[in-house]
């Protein structure tokens, strides 16, 4: 799904100060990141959590490093944000984090949860949530191969549709 986003300065405003977007060098916690999508209100919270895979279409994949422009991810993470909740206007918190540098297999790249009343919403709100910011989102990635070469893809480029 390759999802185009205009920004609009008035529906960035009108996200959820419950929300929490970031882009940073740190680790990820998925405990953190589940306590900012949990609310009384939630009957579900779904966490999707992007891990450095050991290979990529069969070839070794010992390291990714990550860049992004901050600014413009951090906006994009906002929009993603409102359009769940103009889509989905039960949902109750949207967290995303995403982390830069180099991050060895294993390690967690990205963050995405979404706290709603009902399932069926929070994991449909959570797809298009990572879905949109894999293809809109200023983050690339540089692909560090066990033979000691390197290649950047932007994120958009690095998963087919439904990976």
Not at 18 to 37: C, G, K, M, N, Q
Not at 108 to 117: E, F, K, M, Q, Y
């Amino acid at each position: 799904m390759q999802t185009s986003l205009s920004f609009d300065p008035a529906t960035q405003s009108q996200n959820n100060p419950a929300d929490h977007f970031a882009i940073t060098f740190a680790p990820l916690s998925l405990e953190d990141v589940y306590r900012r999508a949990d609310d009384a209100a939630n009957g579900a919270v779904v966490v999707m959590s992007g891990m450095v895979r050991n290979n990529t279409e069969g070839r070794a994949v010992v390291a990714l490093e990550y860049q992004a422009y901050e600014p413009m991810a951090i906006a994009v993470f906002k929009q993603i944000a409102a359009e769940l909740q103009q889509q989905w206007p039960e949902v109750t918190h949207v967290v995303i984090h995403h982390r830069t540098g180099k991050l060895t297999v294993g390690e967690i790249s990205v963050l995405v949860a979404v706290g709603c009343p009902h399932r069926t919403e929070a994991f449909a709100a959570c797809k298009y949530a990572i879905d949109t910011l894999k293809h809109n989102a200023p983050i690339w990635k540089k692909e560090i191969w066990q033979d000691g070469s390197t290649s950047w893809v932007s994120i958009g480029a690095c998963e087919a549709e439904g990976e």
